[in-house]
């Protein structure tokens, strides 16, 4: 089972012709069937439009270099064949003699079960309904966190865009005009933190998910078109891996009119600093409303660093917008929201200056309200004020007496 090389770039393998689709003289050899050629070229012409063609094409080419080589699973019965598993899609390929021969490959675009993606929220008839999608077709979009599936997710994200774009966008005028869901499929506890941590240290390149976006922020990048991103929680991860593709990828002109979209930060569970590098190397701008951080939490202060780089970036959005005191960009609203956080350092992360018993109660009173604001879903809720810590609390003990 040899390969003997033809004329015009292409090969005779398997009894089969097949044409060569890397490009020459460059990286490992790849080929499809002569007979499938169309089909190749018309993903190739797709891929500028559709963010699913462009990742699949993108997939295709990275056995090209070596990169999909690294992430396939190889047959423990034919060392030669090869499987690279995608994000809701595949690529068959025989490898030999330095030369990879695509056999098969596909990616779907329907939603199934909770797949990640693009989707159009419509929020008229009172309820989430999603619809798949392959651009953005609406003003607002959204990349969620931790949810139980894509519903939910859909259903309580309005409140974190109305949070970051009030008072021009509310809960209400979303349910008029709909907005954009891309869905990352992350889900809850270790297998979503693992997921984070793949994209936010980009071991392995990122996941699927990050790479899928990296390419619609690609597509939309040609359309001069005002784009609001609001993020939450591991939502960050994924923005930030996908924007740190899409970048290495884009031309000045592409990257110019990114100026047009705004990103908002909502419950981030990684350093606002790094992904707002990330934000303004790429010229977006900030979202009218500061950070969405809740001061409660060890996961969104301490963890992630964020005590200190939601003042950061807070700054950099008074520097950049100038002072709004509708918006609470103030130098006012800033220290205000820092005083908070270094409050809670005195009074509960610490251990107590005096080892009174009223102070030791005082102590421990404030250590169990943070436990408490870290459990039961508090990443999915907007929590700001010791009234909102206090709703979640009472939710908590409602819900384990039920």
């Not at 939450?232 to 000045?252: N, T, W």
């Not at 003042?311 to 609470?328: F, I």
């Not at 005195?346 to 102590?363: C, E, M, R």
């Amino acid at each position: 089972m040899g390969i003997r090389f033809l004329a015009n770039n292409e090969a005779s393998f398997e009894g089969t012709i097949w044409k060569q689709i890397s490009p020459a003289d460059q990286g490992m050899r790849v080929f499809v069937r002569k007979n499938e050629e169309s089909n190749y070229n018309r993903l190739r012409n797709e891929a500028k439009k559709d963010y699913h063609a462009r990742y699949l094409f993108n997939e295709l080419m990275s056995l090209n270099n070596r990169h999909g080589l690294t992430r396939s699973i190889v047959s423990r019965f034919r060392q030669d064949q090869c499987n690279l598993q995608l994000e809701g899609g595949f690529i068959d390929y025989s490898m030999l003699s330095g030369c990879v021969f695509i056999k098969d490959y596909g990616v779907t675009q329907s939603r199934g079960e909770d797949k990640a993606g693009l989707y159009y929220v419509d929020m008229s008839r009172g309820k989430a309904e999603l619809k798949s999608t392959t651009r953005i077709s609406t003003r607002h979009i959204a990349v969620n966190g931790a949810f139980k599936d894509s519903i939910k997710a859909a259903e309580k994200l309005p409140e974190f865009i109305e949070r970051g774009y009030k008072p021009e966008t509310t809960q209400g005028t979303l349910e008029k005009s709909g907005y954009s869901l891309f869905y990352n499929d992350c889900g809850p506890g270790i297998r979503s933190d693992f997921r984070q941590f793949f994209d936010t240290s980009n071991i392995r390149g990122g996941t699927e998910v990050a790479k899928k976006l990296a390419q619609l922020i690609q597509i939309e990048a040609k359309h001069e078109k005002e784009t609001c991103w609001t993020l939450h929680e591991k939502g960050h991860a994924v923005f930030k891996r996908a924007l740190q593709l899409a970048l290495s990828d884009l031309s000045p002109a592409d990257k110019s009119r990114l100026a047009k979209h705004k990103v908002f930060y909502a419950n981030p569970t990684m350093n606002l600093s790094v992904i707002d590098h990330y934000r303004k190397h790429a010229g977006m701008q900030l979202a009218p409303q500061p950070p969405l951080l809740n001061n409660f939490s060890l996961e969104q202060t301490w963890v992630t660093g964020n005590f200190a780089s939601e003042t950061h970036v807070s700054m950099r959005q008074l520097k950049e917008q100038g002072e709004n005191s509708s918006g609470n960009v103030t130098s006012g609203h800033i220290a205000a929201n820092a005083l908070a956080r270094g409050l809670m350092v005195g009074t509960s992360y610490g251990l107590p200056a005096q080892f009174a018993a009223a102070s030791v109660a005082g102590w421990a009173l404030t250590w169990a309200t943070i436990a408490l604001s870290n459990m039961g879903g508090a990443n999915q809720k907007i929590i700001e004020s010791n009234a909102d810590v206090l709703n979640h609390m009472k939710g908590l003990v409602s819900q384990r007496r039920a």
